[in-house]
Each structure stands twice: as C-alpha cells, then as structure tokens.
C-alpha cells in the first residue's frame, strides 16, 4: 500500500473509487508531469453528500467536512491516472469554490478542509499555493468544490 494511503488510513480514510463525471470531461488528465483534475464535488458512493449555500443551509464547519471529501475524491482522481499515488511530488495548486450565501465571506476556512486533507496525506508535497473562492451556485446545488493540480515523478 502506498504510504500516502497508509496516512489516509490513519485517518480513518481510503481512496475511494473516482466519482463519475456529471457532464463531459475526465476526471484527471495528465500532461508532462503534472496532473490536472477536473473540479470534485463532495460526492459520497455515488451521491453528493450536501447542497445549499454555505452561510444558510450549510454550516462552515460542514462545509470544510464537504471540502475535505472532495480533496479526497481529486486524490482518486489523481490515482486514476498515475495508479501509485506515491509518485506525486507535489500537491501544486488547489483551487476551491464555495456556494456562499451573500453575507459569507469565510471561503479560505472551508477550503483548510481540503488543504489540511492533502497535508495529512501527503506530507511535505502536501504543501501548496491555493485559491478559495465564493461563488453564487455549484453543479448540482454542491456548497464546495474543489480541484488539484499535483506534479508526479517521471
């Protein structure tokens, strides 16, 4: 087992199967060596978990669990394409989108779900530059979603 699957199963965690796609594109796609994943949606064994706007129907603490679960399904999506997640070198860029009722401006609080999420499981390459951004809606009425972009060993 890989050691950034032996963190996460310290956590309680594991990588779970990619959450299918809800229009056309893929999951992850690979260039040179990066790997760019499309945005995750806190998707749960094929259901989103939540939905509603952070700061009126979702808490900010529920919301970072939320992001927290799409960090995990952008790691199945990177696994997707390289299959050895421990040939990720660097978690390089994650970019966060948080459905924010008007009033809310704690999109970086929610995101720390993902980014703490990808510290414990990757460690030192777990550290990376980040954007949180409020939105008015999601596909599907998600409150988070969240992309990455990690760079892998050649």
């Given at each position: ?18 959450a ?44 970072a ?17 390289v299959?050895?997640l ?10 966060g989108?948080?459905?924010s ?17 990808l ?7 777990g ?5 949180a ?12 979603e ?9």
């Open positions: 087992m890989a050691q950034v699957e032996q963190n996460l199963a310290k956590l309680g965690l594991e990588v779970p199967e990619v299918k796609p809800v229009a056309a594109y893929v999951p992850a796609l690979r260039e040179g060596n990066l790997v760019y994943t499309s945005g995750q949606l806190p998707m749960v064994a094929g259901n989103l978990a939540a939905t509603g706007k952070v700061g009126a129907d979702v808490t900010p603490a529920q919301a669990e939320l992001a927290r679960t799409c960090a995990l399904n952008a790691i199945a999506a990177v696994k997707s394409v299959g050895d421990d040939t990720v070198t660097r978690v390089v860029k994650v970019v989108f948080v459905a009722d008007p009033a809310f401006t704690g999109q970086p609080g929610v995101i720390n779900g993902a980014s703490e999420l510290g414990a499981a990757f460690g030192d390459a550290v990376h530059a980040r954007s951004v409020g939105v008015a809606v999601l596909p599907l009425d998600a409150p988070v969240v992309e990455i972009t990690v760079a892998v060993a050649d």
